[in-house]
């Protein structure tokens, strides 16, 4: 996961505190003593311990969420002992569901007072404990494991200690772990002036564990994010995010006797200087928070000293809280972390230069002073990236430098000039990013035309680093070919290119940013994925059509049986009933599923009144029938109320419990609501219950009526354009002259179904805060809809008769058939069928009308439709079994080859389509499959390597691991399956007289290995 995809609150500040330094405050009268306290200094993370079994209270937790509070939980045991993995996993099962999404296992491991014994193999022992924790937390969708807090220095040193623990993950092969970890940290400021450690071990090589040296900085200070950030990127390759868990200044400290203790006026200063860094951008990126201890504590705490509250919210820190208060707070701001200075290795010495002045002597030697100065600026920005990525992975780490004055690195020599000097302060502090990281900036003499794709030449492909086309002229390549080439920049310059479009052609995909400006990051949504049925695992009538509609309401036996009969004679496959009771939902369900008529159950159910759906469900389960239940209809309806109010907090509470229960006893429970506004707020009930997983077999019921609107709506042109009218004929409100009048003056040009979903097609609209707030769409079985005979609720459009009743529904059935609905786009699977209003009945509204008489232009053209199924969405391909590894044996031979200057692993599989991975000795993996390069047979493959050193293939399950020594490799691997054993033989010079050429002989007789041997005249 890259650094920015880890979640942050939104409106992120990185400002925190830790709360109570125990487990028993977390009553709501706290949240409400201190959450407008957290909410007026700005903080919006809050580190809060745990019980290892029990959970905080989820309305605790919610209550932070619902503030953009983003809480950190330790796990709080009395020692550091084994965790039940379990019971673990089921505690951030829980959190997970509630929104929690960094758990930390432990605290301060390399403190003596944290072990019931303290022993010398300690980062050993704790790591034993450690690792099944993190790696029960890292199952736990939605969580991220935190390495915990280390205390600074500490008993066992702190970084020691951190670099030994990460050695074990190493050495265990644990790193798919830091794909989704991070790292707590305590970087308490103490007495120390705010700057301490700054630079990191890089820039105080004297410092060493357990002692401080006068006049020399070391870890134990703010900046010790740095110290633990070198560590991380050279123990796992690169940053991972760190998470302050308890930081900041504690009134009184003084713990270094150089500078005074902290008095009220310091504490005050520095933790308004400490939020204001965070905020406005000056603290790298991986530094997600700094959480100040201690928000509060009860006045008899060990730690009341350190608390900037008592318990009933009164300021113990009055001016650090006052100073919080005052401070202008928006979102963290973020910007590039560009080193000022750079060790560079020359004549076998190691100078500290500043990295500008540095450049300074770089460009000289690698463009030349006559290039134009466009093309040096490039240059200038390109080297200054990579002597950045130099600083942070020091090319030279043997001898403590960062770069050397080679070709080996950057070209360095002390001569200046005037007009290269020009381009590096030109560009003073520019950088390229891609992903919020300084870009490994590559670049070479010149190309044949076309640069190269980072991954042909080496191991791995850079996104930025992309074959472009190049008008250097040269038709022959000097160099690597990958990012900019030189001479091309040159010549884009010439041609009156400025350097950044140079940059951006050689480097696509990049940002160019001054090391002053700073970002905004996008808020990322962790949220778990809801486990849901997939759509092909839904119940569906057989022959589906996805064609329905709304039953009449007379459920007499007679009546009913007349209904199928319509209904089959329509081709219909579904049915929206609504049953007076149980008995009635019986007979009709009896009555339609045998004839394979999916009946979708509204039972009569006033909102405010009780009634037992599970009871349903059992009877539906009863007669075999899927049981998909609506429950409610159209809270907004007067009429779906008994005292004729309706009251949508009530209606979204009980839809909530209600349909908990349909859930629980095995049914699909349907939610039907005319507003997308009310659908958002049921959402958000479900996920302030933690019962999120309900959507994962709920179902949703629009009520898609047409009104008076064509079934393209609101796409048309009388809408979008105010046509004048097309057919006189028809029946309007109106004269023809006025009616052309309001479609002008109500035209809606650019509108779309967001803007106005009443509309066949308005279950868009509900699809779409769907999709954004569960990530997914459930089915949509439209419960009613259609064309209302006599509709004229539009006065722009004609009223709907006859011929457009019929004309329309045969439109908007044709979905299932063409799989297009109206407007074009093509058919949602998530639909699964419509059910217009209403098949009979006295109503004006009905099919067989009554009243009205019947639709039989409607009938006739709907089945002029049959008969056709719709297509059904189906489960993916199942995937071949993996073979079985404890089957198979392989063997690996290995051939060198020296081809000049060209370092690479190359090799035949016995078949194609294995995938293998090879990872370099620093950690980092390519992914190819044999079958990729056929000059190497019919399972070859091929990777260029660009260092010396012992690479490791892995490969069902299977590893094999090959030194390269600048040379090119083949290997063959060799599957041994029991079957081809037997045949195997060894001819040996070790054999005793005439036994080889008795093999011989027998192998000869067998045609398998014909030709395939020579005996050689033994030598005596
Ligand atoms: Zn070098
Ligand atoms: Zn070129």
Redesign the pocket.
């Known amino acids: 996961m890259r650094i920015r995809d880890y979640p942050r609150p939104r409106g992120d500040t990185g400002i925190g505190f830790h709360w109570f330094p125990d487990l028993y405050h977390y009553d709501d009268s706290y949240l409400d003593t201190f959450l407008p306290l957290l909410k007026s200094m700005g903080a919006s993370w809050l580190v809060i311990l745990s019980h290892p079994q029990r959970s905080i209270p989820a309305s605790f937790i919610r209550g932070l969420l619902e503030e953009d509070i983003e809480p950190v939980v330790q796990i709080s045991t009395p020692y550091i002992a084994f965790l039940k993995q379990d019971e673990l996993r089921e505690l951030c099962e829980r959190y997970a569901s509630w929104g929690v999404h960094y758990v930390s296992p432990f605290k301060e491991p390399n403190l003596a007072s944290r072990w019931p014994k303290w022993e010398e193999d300690l980062p050993e022992r704790f790591m034993d404990l450690l690792i099944p924790c993190l790696e029960t937390i890292y199952e736990v969708e939605g969580i991220i494991p935190l390495f915990p807090p280390l205390s600074p220095g500490g008993d066992f040193w702190d970084t020691v200690f951190l670099e030994a623990c990460l050695d074990i993950l190493n050495r265990q092969k644990k790193r798919p772990l830091y794909e989704k970890m991070a790292v707590a940290i305590e970087n308490y400021a103490f007495n120390k002036p705010l700057t301490w450690g700054k630079g990191g071990k890089a820039q105080w090589l004297s410092a060493q564990p357990y002692q401080s040296l006068p006049g020399c900085e070391d870890q134990r200070g703010f900046y010790l994010f740095q110290w633990y950030d070198e560590i991380i990127r050279q123990k796992v390759g690169r940053s991972l995010p760190l998470l302050g868990t308890a930081n900041g200044l504690v009134l009184g400290d003084r713990s270094s006797s150089d500078f005074p203790p902290i008095d009220e006026a310091t504490h005050a200063q520095r933790s308004a200087q400490i939020s204001q860094m965070m905020i406005q951008g000056e603290l790298p990126n991986y530094f997600f928070n700094n959480a100040f201890w201690l928000l509060t504590a009860e006045d008899a705490s060990p730690f009341a000293q350190g608390r900037w509250f008592r318990p009933d919210g009164e300021p113990m820190l009055k001016a650090s809280v006052a100073a919080l208060q005052e401070m202008a707070k928006e979102s963290r701001r973020f910007r590039v972390d560009l080193p000022e200075k750079i060790r560079v290795l020359t004549d076998g010495e190691v100078e500290v230069m500043d990295l500008e002045e540095y450049l300074k002597g770089v460009l000289p030697r690698e463009m030349g002073k006559n290039a134009p100065l466009e093309a040096l600026k490039a240059q200038a920005v390109a080297a200054r990236c990579y002597a950045a990525n130099a600083v942070k992975y020091p090319r030279h780490r043997e001898v403590g430098a960062d770069i050397c004055t080679t070709t080996h690195c950057q070209v360095w020599s002390p001569t200046h000039d005037e007009r290269t000097n020009q381009a590096v302060e030109g560009t003073k502090g520019i950088v390229a990013t891609y992903d919020d990281e300084i870009i490994g900036a590559f670049y070479f003499g010149?190309?044949?035309?076309r640069?190269r794709n980072s991954e042909d030449v080496w191991v791995g492909a850079l996104p930025y680093c992309r074959s472009v086309p190049?008008?250097?002229g040269?038709d022959f390549m000097y160099g690597h070919g990958v990012g900019m080439?030189q001479?091309?920049a040159m010549k884009m310059a010439e041609e009156g290119a400025t350097y950044e479009e140079i940059l951006c052609h050689y480097y696509p995909g990049i940002e160019t940013l001054a090391q002053g400006s700073t970002y905004e990051l996008p808020v990322v949504d962790l949220s778990p994925e809801i486990p849901h049925l997939e759509l092909w695992e839904w119940p569906r009538p057989p022959e589906d059509n996805g064609l329905g509609i709304h039953l009449g309401l007379d459920f007499r036996e007679g009546a009913l049986a007349e209904e199928l009969r319509r209904v089959k004679d329509l081709g219909l496959k579904w049915v929206l009933l609504v049953p007076g009771d149980e008995f009635q939902m019986e007979r009709a369900i009896r009555l339609f599923w045998p004839q394979g008529i999916m009946p979708v159950v509204r039972p009569y159910a006033l909102i405010d009144r009780s009634h037992d759906f599970v009871r349903d469900v059992k009877v539906m389960k009863g007669c075999g029938v899927p049981p998909y239940i609506q429950i409610y209809n159209e809270p907004s309806d007067d009429r779906e109320w008994s005292n004729g109010r309706p009251d949508l907090p009530l209606f979204v509470s009980k839809w909530v419990n209600n349909a908990l229960a349909v859930y629980d006893a095995g049914g699909y429970p349907g939610l039907q609501v005319l507003d997308v506004g009310l659908l958002r707020e049921v959402i958000a009930e479900t996920r302030r219950r933690g019962v999120m997983n309900l959507w994962g077999r709920a179902w949703f019921c629009p009520h898609n009526y047409g009104l008076n609107h064509p079934p393209t709506y609101p796409y048309d042109r009388i809408n979008q354009e105010g046509i004048p009218v097309q057919n006189p004929e028809w029946e309007f409100v109106a004269p023809i002259e006025e009616v052309n009048r309001w479609r002008e003056e109500g035209k809606n040009p650019g509108q779309t179904i967001h803007d106005d979903y009443n509309c066949i097609l308005g279950f868009l609209a509900f699809a779409k805060v769907f999709e954004e707030e569960l990530g997914f769409v459930p089915p949509m079985i439209c419960g009613e809809g259609g064309w209302q005979y006599r509709s004229s609720q539009d006065r722009r459009y004609p009223v709907i008769g006859d011929y457009l009743h019929a004309s329309y529904h045969q439109q908007m059935f044709a979905w299932f058939k063409t799989g297009r609905l109206s407007n074009g786009a093509p058919l949602p699977d998530y639909l699964f069928a419509v059910c217009p209003w209403i098949l009979s009945g006295l109503d004006a509204d009905a099919w067989y009308s009554k009243s009205m008489g019947t639709r039989e232009r409607t009938i006739a053209l709907v089945k002029g439709l049959l008969p056709f199924l719709r297509e059904l969405p189906t489960p993916p391909d199942d995937p071949e079994p993996p073979p079985d590894p404890e089957d198979e044996e392989w063997t690996m031979t290995v051939r060198r080859e020296l081809r000049a200057g060209l370092r690479g692993i190359a090799g035949n599989f016995p078949r194609a389509g294995i995938g293998l991975t090879i990872t370099d000795p620093w950690g980092n993996s390519v992914v190819t499959t044999s079958g990729s390069k056929g000059e190497h047979g019919p399972g070859g493959f091929e990777v260029r390597v660009w260092a010396n050193g012992l690479y490791t293939l892995n490969f069902l399950d299977q590893r094999f691991q090959v030194m390269v020594q600048g040379d090119f490799l083949f290997l063959t691997f060799t599957q041994i399956s029991p079957e081809t054993l037997p045949l195997a033989r060894l001819a040996s010079d070790w054999m005793k007289e005439g036994e080889g050429e008795a093999l011989w002989k027998s192998l000869e007789g067998d045609e398998r290995y014909e030709g395939l041997f020579l005996l050689d005249e033994k030598e005596s």
């Open positions: 010149h190309c044949d035309g640069t190049c008008i250097c040269y080439c001479r091309g």
